[in-house]
């Protein structure tokens, strides 16, 4: 099965700063590639679906790319609401796996 | 709009099973298969398996071949997940998620908690 690493573990940054994430794929994935947020409490939310294209609703200042192997989440000017733990999934091979997750503290 | 709505919370013994639902709505269900993803406490996402809500076909990975079935129910429009043999590792929120593109998913259910306890 593929493998997605993520990192940072966590990100603490402050409001208005740039938030850059990484997710690394064991094998390619070509650009099957979705990003999630989840907030405590809560069930994930689709922000990106294969590698850049936002989900409906989410706002621009989400961005993804890359393709292959290394994927990129930017999220361009923090709000105080971005705080949560994003996931990347893979959908380019069986089973569908998911990154472990990158943390976003705003301080 | 579309709305998935799970079963409440379980608590079962080790060894036993525990049959879930989901309930969709604000959509044709035959057009959008289902997966099935839980998580453990203060851990990632775990996907268990999708069906085909459409012509029932199935999917599970391996770790989950012969102790998962999910099922639906066309007339009332509602996704099972059933998983038998628990055990302490099985406590989790299992969330069932509306598929998108083959695999993405776009809406989740609010989550069943599921409690594994002698």
């Known amino acids: 099965e593929i493998v997605l690493t993520q990192s940072p573990a966590t990100l603490s940054l402050s409001p208005g700063e740039r938030a850059t994430l990484s997710c690394r794929a064991s094998?390619?994935?070509?650009?099957?590639l979705a990003w999630y947020q989840q907030k405590p409490g809560q069930a994930p939310r689709l922000l990106i679906y294969?590698?850049?294209n936002r989900a409906t609703g989410i706002p621009a200042r989400f961005s993804g790319s890359g393709s292959g192997t290394d994927f990129t989440l930017t999220i361009s000017s923090l709000e105080p609401e971005d705080s949560a733990v994003y996931y990347c999934?893979?959908?380019?091979?069986?089973?569908?796996?998911f990154g472990g997750g990158t943390k976003v503290e705003i301080k | 709009q579309v709305h998935l709505e799970q079963s409440g919370t379980e608590v079962k013994k080790p060894g036993a099973s525990v049959k879930l639902s989901c309930k969709a709505s604000?959509?044709?269900?035959?057009?959008?298969?289902m997966h099935w993803v839980r998580q453990a406490p203060g851990q990632g996402l775990e996907w268990m398996g999708w069906?085909?809500?459409?012509?029932?076909?199935?999917q599970y990975p391996q770790k989950f071949q012969g102790r998962v079935t999910i099922s639906r129910d066309t007339s009332t429009d509602t996704v099972y997940m059933e998983l038998s043999g628990l055990r302490s590792e099985d406590t989790a929120v299992y969330y069932c998620?509306?598929?998108?593109?083959?695999?993405?998913?776009?809406?989740w259910g609010q989550g069943t908690q599921v409690t594994v306890s002698s």
């Open positions: 998620a509306r598929n998108i593109l083959g695999g993405t998913t776009d809406y």
């Open positions: 604000g959509y044709t269900f035959s057009t959008h298969a």
């Open positions: 069906i085909n809500c459409g012509n029932g076909d199935l």
């Open positions: 094998q390619s994935v070509s650009n099957f």
């Open positions: 294969d590698a850049f």
């Open positions: 999934q893979q959908r380019a091979n069986w089973p569908l796996t």
